[in-house]
């Protein structure tokens, strides 16, 4: 009975006001944690061009394309490694044809912002004697989290991933790993250059060679259940110039 009083009355108000639109459904991204402030800065330059807001939802990557599997409702997929890509790739979760890397990153150690420390990060470096004696150091999960997964191949790369990872304090994301410095609960950490940039808490006492760990990448698609004109567009836009210049001076590199 409630159905129909509901139906009777849309079809009332679209007789009376032909002209009215119903608001579309709002699109959401679904992002990288280390996109947080980028993906916001971006949104208010889509509204300032007369769009509707998207919505959007930041954790690590491989959480949110599991959510996305189980039918959370997303409309773009931002990852911050091309791993996890792949995986939404391989099960249809995304258009592949949209699928486009557009920035990067680079991988860093920090320490609090009252640290003196500063390290040229070689095969040399002996990483644990800089977190002392009984410290962790901070960063996302390897098994699951992007930065985790880098920071295992710089630490591989380095040959101390044997010593240090018994001394992981493993964080869900990049942004909780930053936190554990910040708070000093972790004397170092490994994160992202971009992250690093816009905490006030943490300095960065070493950049890894590039050479030590995969290429830092970001890819983005339209999510395959979502796809249509409106997604295409907004990929379109958080791929697009106005986008990379939000990107670039916030510290995000070109692949």
Known sequence: MVSRFIAVAL????ALLPGMAFA????????????????????????????????????????LVRQIEQ???????????????????????????TRVSPIGNRLVLVAPKDSTLSVELTKETDIAALL?????????????????????????????????????ARADNVRSALLLV?????????????????????????VFPKESHAPVTYPFAVVTKADGPEARKLIGFLTGGEAQAVYGRLGFTKP
Do not use: C, K
């Open 24 to 63: 579309q459904a709002q699109q959401t991204v679904f992002a990288a944690a280390s996109l947080t402030d980028a993906i916001r800065q971006v949104n208010d330059l889509w509204v300032a061009r007369g769009n509707a807001p998207f919505g959007f939802s930041f954790a690590a990557s491989s959480t």
């Open 11 to 14: 079809f009332f108000m679209s």
């Open 182 to 206: 910040e708070r000093g609960e972790a004397p170092l950490g490994i994160v992202y250059e971009t992250d690093a940039a816009v905490s006030q808490g943490v300095r960065i006492v070493g």
């Open 71 to 97: 039918g959370a409702d997303a409309s773009i997929f931002i990852s911050a490694d091309e791993r996890w890509m792949d995986w939404a790739q391989e099960r249809n979760l995304i258009v592949t044809e």
């Open 132 to 168: 002392g004696e009984g410290n962790r150091l901070a960063t996302g999960d390897p098994q699951h989290v992007p930065v985790g997964n880098y920071a295992r191949q710089a630490l591989t790369w380095l040959g101390q991933w044997d010593t240090i990872e018994p001394r992981l």
